[in-house]
């Protein structure tokens, strides 16, 4: 079974061909990067507009790569949620279009059910035992997941203000860093000094599994008014920024130990844009080696935004001819994971 993914929640314009829900066939994706460094952020207008230039060449070259022709596709997945209502229109529309003009059965795909399948990319996940924990960590969600089988999800704890990335992209506004600041945050934290400033590891000891990461981001900035000044060194930059990032790697690794104990999972599953970051990939895979629990994080580019997760997740529904019909399919800014 191929599926054809379609992804414009965010800033990213994504295509991508997934066989039989794992094997990745192609993949495109045409960021906005710079585009929304002139504004330091995304204007959803603006992403919109620039999610309709690209779309259909998009599609296009997922097409072409993987030398097929839209007779070859047997479905067509499509985010319908949560994300930026002007973007995700885009996508809904072309893959409402495109269903209906090739005759090919719709999905509609969470966008957060995409980044926590997206491990199934690896081969590893061939044969998978449940319960499966899973951390997902993007820019709006921080949340911790049991899936108990394929399709059922509960979730176990999520943050209660600023989510991982969210936090990441402020504290590196405050730093002076580019657009988007996770990336920006771990590359000059990578010089710096993770002990040099002592940062709030916040909820870490409490008995719960949720998370809080405002106040941290503001402890940062209070930190930058008291200590650095308005033109800090590369190094207090630096050291700011590798303080910042072990804090909320600690945090993260320490709440997914604790849901670790108490669910007793087969299988611990990373997912979602702050699951690029390095620190993190390494500090769960060792803390998950330490208890053996078997651990799956998938490649970069299938963590931050991109379609294959999109073809993957949607693949499940296929799978249970979960389809939508076109004039059914709305786009749901708010849309929750159930
Ligand atoms: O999943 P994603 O691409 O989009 C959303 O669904 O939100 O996640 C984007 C978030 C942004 O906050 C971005 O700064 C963060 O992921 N991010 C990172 C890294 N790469 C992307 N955060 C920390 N370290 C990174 N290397
Ligand atoms: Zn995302």
Redesign the pocket.
Known sequence: MYILGIES??D?TAAAIVKDGRTIVSSVVASQIDLHKKTGGVVPEVAARSHVEVVVPVIDEALRLAKMTPRDIDAIAVTYGP?LIPALLIGVDTARALAMAWKKPLVAVN??AG?LHSFRVDPAAKKIQYPVLALL?????TELLLLKNETSIKILGQTRDD????A??KV?KVLGLPY????A??RVALEGDATAFDLPRPMLKEDNLDFSFSGLKTAVIDVVREELGKRPSKKQVANLAASF?QAVVDVLVGKTLRAAKIVKPKLLVLG???A???L?RESLKNAAAAVKLPFLVPP?NV???NAIMIAVAGSLLARKKKFTAPEKLQANPNLILT
Request: glycine share 24%; aromatic share 2%.
């Open positions: 929640s965010c990213e994300g966008h957060m980044h960590v993007s820019g709006g969600h989510a991982a990335g969210e990441f992209d590196g988007p600041g996770g990336p945050v771990s990032q979602g844009g702050v690029a970051n390095t993190l970069m963590c931050t935004d």
